[in-house]
């Protein structure tokens, strides 16, 4: 079934450690993205991907780091997690950066960082 | 800058009432996207409706119904005869040169 596959779906991580979401899709989209969902927040950009090469820093940025090698695959590092980064995280993707092409969403990692 | 605003938090209704969530939004793009997303207690993010800012006709699919208006910068999804399955998050998101930006939020309970 074609879509966005997440991993993991949940992980409770220590404070201090490194931690790489990731984040599959086989729909051949250019455009991928990182958001994360905190109650009361709605869901703000951590960083995007307009096509493999390059990427780009969203609204909260910190913290976290993402590479695309490829362009199916654009996994999120955080290189030292702190409680702060506690959130549900989700992944999406598009067919291509611009504004009449509608997102794909993963279900979501639920990440908690005791 | 792009944003979005869902100023009602929370909002409780019974089974059968119709209900209103406001989405008002900000840009300087002449060529934007509105989204409606239902964040069920399951999660996932279910996509409801996407309009495109030249299109400002009304639109209905079922109970759901959407009031497009350019002139107030408002994008209002009404929920006809509300049932206890509509109990959901709801985002209202804008997509225009800059990647989606989401409202806040509105969470709605349906209460049998």
């Known amino acids: 079934i074609a879509g966005i596959t997440q991993a993991p779906t949940s992980q409770i991580l220590a404070a201090g450690r490194r931690m790489t979401l990731r984040c599959t899709q086989d729909?051949?989209?250019?455009?991928m993205y990182w958001y994360r969902q905190d109650l009361g927040l709605g869901l703000r950009l951590i960083h995007y991907?307009?096509?493999?090469?390059?990427?780009g820093k969203g609204e909260v940025p910190d913290g976290y780091s993402v590479s695309r090698a490829n362009t199916d695959d654009f996994p999120l590092t955080l290189a030292s997690a702190v409680p702060s980064q506690t959130s549900v995280y989700f992944c999406?993707?598009?067919?291509?950066?611009?504004?009449?092409?509608?997102?794909?969403f993963g279900s979501g990692t639920r990440l908690t960082v005791v | 800058a792009q944003k979005v605003t869902q100023a009602q938090t929370e909002i409780s209704v019974v089974e059968k009432e119709d209900v209103t969530l406001d989405c008002v939004y900000e840009?300087?793009?002449?060529?934007?996207?509105l989204f409606w997303y239902k964040q069920p207690p399951s999660g996932e993010l279910v996509f409801l409706i996407r309009r495109n800012s030249f299109d400002e006709q009304n639109e209905i699919s079922g109970r759901y119904s959407w009031n497009f208006q350019k002139s107030t910068s408002s994008f209002n999804f009404t929920i006809t005869a509300s049932q206890v399955v509509d109990s959901a998050v709801y985002f209202c998101a804008l997509n225009g040169n800059t990647p989606l930006v989401f409202g806040k939020g509105t969470r709605l309970s349906v209460i049998a």
């Open positions: 999406a993707s598009r067919p291509d950066r611009a504004p009449n092409y509608g997102y794909t």
């Open positions: 991907s307009n096509t493999a090469g390059t990427t």
């Open positions: 729909m051949r989209h250019n455009a």
């Open positions: 840009t300087r793009d002449t060529t934007y996207y």
